[in-house]
Structure formats: structure tokens, C-alpha cells
């Protein structure tokens, strides 16, 4: 059974950093691309950053670009998001996706495994 795992969220400051991890079991990833999304409460889920299989090419949103950097580790099957200078407008529950493309994808319909969510809260 294929799972991704989610962990590290949190209640932080504004200005504040948070570093996401995302463990996959069931099957290794190191020929798919990840990503990160997040949904906040009444709004739909969008997109927040995607690394290719190689870790060589990585796309951000322009609102988290400079704050956020995605990385992973593929011996451990896993892939991180740090988020620093957090704004409370990146209150949201963060979620870990696999795709069975290798190259990074920002479209969520382009990923095919998804992990159960991690919240993070930045209080202003």
C-alpha cells in the first residue's frame, strides 16, 4: 500500500520557519516528481512547489518564491519543504503529492499519490 506521510506542521509567528517532511512507503519515488499544495478554508487547493525526480529542477509559486525551498532525499524516499519568513496568509493544511511524471508539474490533476495533510498556522 502506497502512503505518504506528512509531518512538521505547526503554530509559528509570522516571520517565523517551518520545515515540512513528507515520507512515502509502499514504493520508492526516485523516478517521480513531488510536490507540495495546500488548501486553505474556503478556498481550493493550490499549488506550492514541485521538485523533478532528480531534485535538479524545482517551480514555486510566485507567492511563496524566495521564502520556500523544496528538497528531497530519494535513498530515504523523502521530500521537504522549508518554509521560512511565514506570513499568515500561509495558513493552510499542507499536502504532499507524488506524480508518475519525472519532471516538476503544478497542475494537482498531474499527481496520482497524496498524503493526508500536515496544518500549519502562523498567527499574525
Known amino acids: 500500500q502506497v502512503q505518504l506521510v506528512e509531518s512538521g506542521g505547526g503554530l509559528v509567528q509570522a516571520g517565523g520557519s517551518l520545515r515540512l517532511s513528507c515520507v512515502a512507503s509502499?514504493?520508492?519515488?526516485?523516478?517521480?516528481?513531488m510536490g507540495w499544495f495546500r488548501q486553505a478554508p474556503g478556498k481550493e487547493r493550490e499549488f506550492v512547489a514541485a521538485?523533478?525526480?532528480?531534485?535538479?529542477?524545482?517551480d514555486y509559486a510566485d507567492s511563496v518564491k524566495g521564502r520556500f525551498t523544496i528538497s528531497r532525499d530519494n535513498a530515504k524516499n523523502t521530500v521537504s519543504l522549508q518554509m521560512n519568513s511565514l506570513k499568515p496568509e500561509d495558513t493552510a493544511v499542507y499536502y504532499c503529492a507524488a506524480s508518475d511524471y519525472r519532471r516538476v508539474r503544478a497542475r494537482s490533476d498531474d499527481y496520482d499519490y497524496w498524503g493526508q495533510g500536515t496544518q500549519v498556522t502562523v498567527s499574525s
Open positions: 509502499g514504493r520508492t519515488f526516485s523516478s517521480n516528481a
Open positions: 521538485i523533478s525526480w532528480s531534485g535538479g529542477s524545482t
